[in-house]
């Protein structure tokens, strides 16, 4: 299992049922092939359709439906496919649940970047751009950043974001491949922590700083 497979799976475990979901651009997008058995979520993409599920085969997919990644996805009973303006009217109006979002840093304030500036100014390559990043950053009642720990060993979960931020303390939840953290009002707690690891471990690759949960679990997935 995979860094990537890891987060997700963990991510997945946060949904309830009846909950409206939608899963950003990137790595949360696998959360669809990871939701549990026997909880039913709405899957809610911006590209306008509610209801979806995992990835499908290939001789199953349908090349005019697709997540925020353009990838294929599996059309369920009951889906509702729409156009944009309303998928952003779901998304606005405060009707999704939970979005699961992939950043490039979150800090001790909850503020979370997700896409970057031009590689230098001038350029013709860019990041990718905020998307609908920051209607569902500011508008979904909950936010799980699901992200890996470090990107070239420098820590992603930081004092103070350096990127641009896309929504202000916005985040309720940090998820990586290492640990689990809450967002609570007097900052960071660490409720898991991967098997084989130590809290010390864990602040060696953590810039922001947080306090750890009485009840301190293993990693679930």
């Known amino acids: 299992m995979d860094e990537r497979e890891i987060i997700c799976r963990r991510a997945a475990k946060e949904l309830r ?3 409206i979901v939608n899963l950003g651009f990137g790595m949360p997008l696998g959360v669809a092939d990871f939701i549990p058995e026997g909880v039913h979520v709405w899957l809610e993409t911006e590209n306008g359709g509610m209801g979806y ?3 499908p085969t290939y001789e199953e997919a349908d090349c005019g439906m697709a997540n925020a990644g353009a990838g294929p996805i599996t059309k369920l009973p009951g889906m509702s496919v729409f156009d944009l303006s309303y998928s952003f009217q779901l998304i606005r109006g405060g009707h999704v649940d939970a979005t699961i979002l992939g950043c490039l840093e979150v800090d001790e304030e909850g503020n979370a970047a997700n896409w970057a500036l031009p590689i230098y100014p ?7 751009g905020m998307g609908g990043g920051m209607d569902l ?3 979904a009642k909950k936010v799980i950043i699901a992200m890996s720990h470090t990107a070239k060993g420098a820590p992603k979960l930081v004092k103070k974001c350096q990127y641009p931020i896309t929504a202000p303390k916005c985040a309720h939840m940090v998820i990586t491949e290492k640990a689990v953290f809450e ?5 960071y707690v660490l409720k898991e922590i991967w098997p084989g690891l130590t809290v010390e471990d864990i602040r060696k690759i953590t810039e922001a700083n947080f306090t750890v949960a009485e009840d301190l679990k293993e990693y679930q997935i």
């Open 17 to 19: 049922d009846g909950m």
């Open 53 to 55: 599920g995992g990835t």
């Open 122 to 128: 001038g350029a013709n390559k860019y990041q990718p």
């Open 137 to 139: 950053m500011f508008r």
């Open 183 to 187: 967002l609570t009002e007097n900052g």
